[in-house]
């Protein structure tokens, strides 16, 4: 596949001062996917140039280009290189080129992607093109601010389904050739980066409201499990909210979600052409609460960007954290105002912000707002704080202006700047017009500064049991000392019975390094003292020791959800930072969580109670781990048949089960024996519990093999390599290593072989990889897209060796010459080692 250019920033600036783009019109010939691995590609595209006689240049990642014309005359294609795009040079004042090309169909999910479905056959095709992937498939001034007017025509077999950003105006069929041409009305002016292209046999479900043709499509393969009702209603719902807040309504006549397979994303706000990952929120076994949730906030995270994003889009990818930040924040606070998800602030706690201030605690963490010199260095911060530390910075904005005067800052903003660009400083000035406040300071302290302070309560109590003293000491890290300005509630909660009840809440400013909170002194020491009670702001919270007893035997008692959230994100915070030890972690697990109503925060917790196990004592890991898997099936067992927290705990159990006993019980239930009431041992958990027990060795590689002749599904195929990657044997992991490794290797094959490569108690089987790791980061990064690259410097970094002489080797290999970009997933990588040694350290020694 042809490579990419690398736009940087200055020459899209340059660029945009020199061209306007009027329309494209892009015909794409589809008709020869069975015959090999590319396709056809005509563009012509309307432009004009404020300097006549200057020269500029479109991408085009071309495998050939067959021929260019500018304004009638031939383009001198002998210097083409697809790294520099097509120069185009003598322009005139209004010019038109036609570019016509053969492209070829990727396999990482970029570009234009192909997949086949192994149960009937059918080629699935769906176009992913941020940061700038759509000069894969059309020649184009691949950048947000040269907007333009696009008319797709795509050729197709007969009986597929073609999907793009507006309706079908004419289908035209050949039926003599079995062949179809289908032509899309004209778009409104967008960014290349969300035009789309999705085509295959995918079957679709359609519904009007609000004046709007809602579709809903997948695969034909998966149309039983396509849930129109679910996801319907959460969109009307979504809308409706919206519209009713926004100020403009959707501009589009449609809008449709495409379930896309091999996606490497969440999802992906097209222009009224969604793309979802099938294999995360297309649902072919029972779910629960939390993925249901979660599918409800892709689907309003994708909607809002209608308008943030698409209607207004970003100048440069400077502004990439305001997109994704505003998506985030907005699918939280629509979910919580207009869908049954009420509690979705105590999911962003639990789920998004925790992911915010691990990415914030990295070596490589950076301010929301960064400069982003050119598109590959962009694609590295597609992370935790440009999403969620910028929606949680965006939170407490609204809380600080008020919703109202935000919201009518946002509608004079879409109002000003729709179909247009903008950037941070022109949402700022509306805000700051609607709202009557300064903002500006605000911006700067929490936008372009990078790290996360730690509030930690300091506490004096007399012999009465009355606080003489509390104050909130701000910690901030050496590398980024910023004393921030934090609004903060303070809740005192005391045991009653069996319940842990708010006795008092006080609200109060905390800056600099210690801030005395004077109307506490004299008042009784409460059970649990909890700082950022509400979650009003962004900081890393501590307990006292009296407060983390009480946590530790009694969080469910609090009647609150996001209180208990509070609390967990504080303990794994603690643990992570080796002030809480990992034996005390499982037990607040076990003690706890077993007890946990909250769905959301159940699924989390369990994820990070196993992770514990890693910033264990290796010589405690295993009776922390039995501990564990006890606790899980006491739960499991305690639980309604059928329930969400009965499928939940029966996953945790089967995760961490390692006694004779306990396996062959699992296995059992993949026989059909013994199965607990109203657990529905569908294909999902079936590969979670075959996996589970591939990993302990307690059944070998050929349980996969019949497990995928009983699901030969693309699902099954994607989960049958993440179970062959955790077989404990030399030979398993030398096969995955070649698959991961393996340039070639299909998006979907290289990630869930790197999901199953490392588990913790495979460091023996891990370690002769080490090296081959660090050698292959640089090299795949020249052969893989950024995207793909990156994912491989995370997923594939052996985070199961957890010594001192792996920390040795990668301090050697990041001392070495090499950029930034490359260097990243390993320092990260290196960072989370050195946390679960000094984990260890604490845990061994307490």
Not at 482 to 497: M, P, S
Not at 783 to 803: D, T
């Amino acid at each position: 596949m042809a490579a990419t250019h690398i736009l940087t920033r200055d020459e899209a600036r340059r660029r945009a001062e020199l061209l306007h783009v009027d329309s494209y019109t892009v015909e794409l010939d589809l008709t020869g996917h069975e015959r090999g691995d590319t396709f056809g590609s005509r563009t012509a595209v309307a432009f004009s140039c404020t300097e006549p006689g200057a020269e500029t240049f479109i991408e085009i990642a071309a495998e050939r280009i067959e021929d260019a014309f500018l304004n009638g005359e031939p383009v001198d294609l002998t210097a083409f290189d697809p790294k520099a795009g097509l120069r185009l040079t003598g322009l005139a004042a209004e010019n038109e080129l036609v570019v016509n090309a053969v492209c070829a169909y990727s396999s990482d999910g970029q570009g234009l992607h192909r997949m086949v479905d192994p149960v009937d056959k059918e080629t699935y095709l769906y176009s992913q093109f941020e940061v700038a992937d759509a000069q894969r498939v059309y020649a184009c001034f691949d950048q947000p601010d040269l907007k333009a007017a696009f008319t797709f025509q795509v050729r197709t077999p007969e009986h597929w389904t073609v999907i793009s950003n507006m309706p079908a105006a004419s289908e035209t069929v050949v039926e003599a050739v079995g062949l179809k041409v289908t032509l899309f009305e004209t778009s409104v002016r967008m960014s290349p980066y969300i035009t789309a292209i999705c085509a295959g046999p995918y079957v679709g479900v359609h519904e009007t409201h609000d004046g709007i043709d809602l579709g809903l499509y997948c695969r034909k393969s998966m149309r039983d499990y396509l849930d129109p009702e679910g996801v319907f209603e959460v969109t009307r719902q979504g809308f409706d909210h919206f519209h009713s807040h926004f100020g403009v309504r959707y501009p589009l006549p449609k809008y449709d979600q495409v379930f896309a397979p091999e996606y490497n994303f969440g999802a992906m706000e097209n222009f009224g052409c969604i793309t979802i990952a099938e294999a995360s929120f297309l649902f072919r076994s029972q779910v629960t609460d939390f993925e249901l949730e979660q599918r409800a906030n892709v689907v309003l995270h994708e909607m809002a960007h209608m308008w943030f994003g698409d209607l207004v889009t970003m100048r440069w990818w400077d502004d990439l954290w305001l997109n994704e930040s505003f998506a985030e924040w907005a699918s939280h606070w629509a979910n919580v105002e207009a869908t049954r998800f009420d509690g979705a602030w105590t999911t962003f706690l639990s789920a998004r912000k925790n992911w915010g201030y691990g990415a914030d605690q990295q070596p490589t963490t950076h301010p929301v707002y960064t400069d982003a010199a050119d598109t590959e260095e962009i694609q590295a911060n597609f992370d935790g704080i440009t999403y969620s530390k910028g929606a949680s910075i965006l939170k407490q904005l609204v809380a600080y202006v008020g919703i109202d005067p935000f919201l009518a800052g946002l509608r004079s903003y879409f109002q000003k700047h729709q179909f247009g660009n903008a950037v941070f400083s022109d949402l700022l000035g509306e805000l700051e017009a609607a709202s009557g406040k300064a903002l500006k300071d605000f911006a700067d302290t929490w936008l372009r500064t990078a790290g996360v302070s730690t509030l930690r309560p300091e506490v004096g109590v007399d012999a009465d049991g009355n606080y003489t003293e509390v104050t909130v000491l701000q910690e901030v890290p050496a590398e980024h000392p910023t004393h921030r300005t934090h609004r903060i509630a303070i809740g005192l909660y005391d045991l009653e019975g069996e319940a842990l009840v708010r006795r008092d809440r006080i609200e109060v400013d905390v800056a600099g390094a210690a801030t005395a909170v004077p109307a506490l002194a004299g008042v009784k020491q409460p059970d649990l003292l909890l700082l950022n009670d509400d979650d009003l702001t962004y900081a890393k919270l501590r307990l006292d020791e009296r407060s983390l007893a009480t946590a530790i035997g009694h969080t469910s008692a609090l009647e609150d959800s996001l209180a208990r959230a509070l609390i967990w994100a504080a303990a794994w915070d603690m643990l992570r930072d080796a002030e809480l030890p990992a034996t005390r972690f499982v037990e607040l697990g076990a003690s706890s969580l077993t007890t946990e109503g909250d769905i959301n925060i159940v699924t989390v917790a369990q994820r990070q109670v196993a992770g514990a196990l890693a910033y264990a004592d290796p010589a405690k890991r295993a009776a922390l781990r039995e501990r564990w898997a006890q606790a899980a099936k006491a739960a499991m067992e305690a639980a309604a048949p059928g329930s969400d927290p009965q499928r939940s705990w029966a996953k945790a159990y089967a995760s961490a089960s390692r006694s004779e006993a306990d396996l062959g019980r699992i296995g059992g239930w993949l026989e059909g024996r013994d199965v607990p009431e109203g657990l529905a041992v569908d294909a999902d958990l079936r590969w979670a519990l075959l996996t589970g027990l591939v990993a302990s060795g307690a059944v070998g590689e050929e349980a996969i093999d019949a497990e995928v002749d009983r699901d030969s599904t693309a699902d099954g195929k994607r989960l049958s390599f993440v179970a062959r990657a955790v077989v404990p044997t030399a030979e398993a992991k030398e096969r995955a290593w070649e698959r991961i490794t393996d340039p070639n290797s299909e998006n979907w094959v290289r990630r869930s072989s790197m999901l199953g490569f490392a588990p913790l108690d495979q460091a023996e089987l891990v370690r002769p990889y080490l090296r081959p790791y660090l050698d292959a980061v640089p090299e795949l990064w020249e052969k893989l897209g950024a995207q793909q690259a990156v994912e491989f410097s995370k997923l594939a970094f052996p985070s199961n060796l957890i010594e001192t002489e792996t920390l040795e080797v990668l301090d050697a290999w990041l001392a070495e010459d090499r950029p930034a970009s490359v260097k990243r997933g390993v320092a990260d990588g290196r960072a989370d080692l050195a946390r679960a040694l000094a984990g260890r350290e604490l845990d061994k020694s307490a």
